[in-house]
């Protein structure tokens, strides 16, 4: 098991930016998923530091940026020209293969969330 601890959440006008970190206790390969109230649970971002991989969801790249401070165990969101579409509650996860996956179900650590809200 691996301990998660996320922060960063808040309220932000539209077109603002927030940066989320994630604190691992371990190594491990790491995702951001977000969930909206009513739909299902998304990849975001994530990274992979045995194989230097990292990996943004399509719709969000040119917005959204990960990053990692391998020493630290820690990863990164960079979230700009945020949208009220982007409001959501942000969950770290984390799994210890190395292969960087995309669907939530591969992922059995996960942090308690932070609220990122976008007001229009």
């Known amino acids: 098991q691996v301990q998660l601890v996320e922060s960063g959440g808040g309220l932000v006008q539209a077109g603002g930016s927030l940066r989320l970190s994630c604190a691992a206790s371990?190594?491990?390969?790491m995702a951001w998923f977000r969930q909206a109230p009513g739909k299902e649970r998304e990849v975001v971002a994530g990274?992979?530091?045995?194989?230097?991989?990292?990996y943004v969801a399509a719709s969000l790249k040119g917005r959204f940026t990960v990053s990692g401070d391998r020493d630290k165990n820690t990863m990164f969101l960079q979230m700009n020209s945020l949208e009220p579409e982007d409001t959501a509650v942000y969950f770290c996860a984390a799994r210890e293969s190395p292969r960087l996956v995309i669907l939530p179900r591969f992922y059995d650590n996960w942090g308690q969330g932070t609220q990122v809200t976008v007001s229009s």
């Open positions: 371990a190594r491990w390969t």
């Open positions: 990274l992979s530091w045995d194989v230097n991989v990292t």
